[in-house]
């Protein structure tokens, strides 16, 4: 059994990293606050004898040796969050996979396989507009150039921050893992819809992952005057994007599949004065499923329709 008292305590230890006045937390990737949770998060793995490392985008590992030279099994999860996240996102995974590991290592038990807690660098994409980065870094799937064509709402690039932060950025390439360096990969993760709880379900164990399609969207129309320009004269581009949206709603709600849901996460209109009509909008649609034939039945539904 864990000890469920020391990971409620750690739990709230590590939660005032970052933590606000009003409520929930602020730990932005490569942030300062991200930086206090994964200095103590290693102390406590240093306290439990792991071999720790970290590679050029800050995954940092914990190992713990098996009993034979296999592919280990990792578990793990990430300590940055979105802004006004809450303290579970997470820092739960990473917390309770330590104390997995620690439980097994405390009472003995053998294991053939290392066992390795894993905490991904940036996976909240709040910063740059990019998810899971640490995990695509690891899989050989962003270069340097990618790196640095990535930029935070001040401008500061990915490769900027992530220098800035400590990590060997120069050499991301070698933070690319060998496809067998794992023999499985486990995740306690805070639901992140509405379901498991409406139904009073404990825990549930994810059998897919709603894939996204996304979208952006510029609709180019006329900015007129609002006052003088009659109704049947007029190019306006907010009023198309709203029955864009409405169609959106509908494909996912009665024609795509059960599973399908869309968003139209954002439309922004230019100028977004009250007296002149909107002559653009930029808007982005976000279409998931976890079944790939009903994603791609939406997103063709959708294209279609305009
Ligand atoms: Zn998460």
Do not use: W
Request: contains cysteine; hydrophobic residues 40%.
């Amino acid at each position: 059994m864990i000890n469920s008292e020391r990971l409620k305590r750690e739990m709230q230890t590590i939660s005032t990293f970052g933590a606000l006045p009003q409520g929930g937390m602020s730990r932005l990737a490569f942030s300062q606050e991200e930086a206090q949770a994964r200095a103590y998060i290693k102390t406590l793995m240093q306290a439990l004898g792991m071999n720790i490392r970290e590679d050029a985008i800050g995954n940092i590992f914990g190992r713990i040796e098996g009993e034979l030279p296999l592919p280990a099994i990792a578990i793990g999860s990430h300590l940055d969050s979105v802004p006004l996240g809450g303290f579970y996102d997470g820092t739960l995974g990473v917390m309770c996979g330590l104390e997995a590991i620690r439980t097994i290592k405390e009472n003995g038990i053998s294991h053939k396989r290392p066992l390795e807690l894993i905490i991904f660098s940036c996976e909240e994409s709040s910063r740059f507009n990019m998810a899971t980065v640490g995990s695509k870094v690891m899989a050989g799937k962003l270069s340097k150039e990618a790196l640095e064509n990535l930029k935070d709402k001040e401008g500061v690039s990915l490769y900027e921050a992530a220098k800035a932060f400590g990590c060997a950025v120069e050499t991301i390439e070698s933070a690319k893992l060998a496809p067998d360096t794992f023999y499985a990969y486990l995740e306690l993760h805070i639901e992140q819809g509405p379901v498991l709880e409406n139904k009073g379900i404990p825990v549930g164990i994810v059998t897919g992952i709603a894939a996204p399609i996304r979208y952006e969207l510029t609709l180019q129309g006329r900015a007129d005057h609002s006052g003088a320009t009659p109704m049947n004269m007029r190019s306006d581009a907010l009023a198309c994007a709203a029955e864009i949206i409405l169609h959106v709603e509908k494909i996912a709600k009665e024609e795509a599949g059960e599973t399908t849901v869309a968003t139209v996460g954002f439309a922004n209109a230019t100028p977004g004065v009250l007296n002149v009509i909107p002559g653009s909008v930029r808007m982005g649609i976000d279409i998931r499923d976890i079944d790939q034939e009903n994603l791609e039945k939406a997103a063709l539904l959708i294209e279609k329709k305009h």
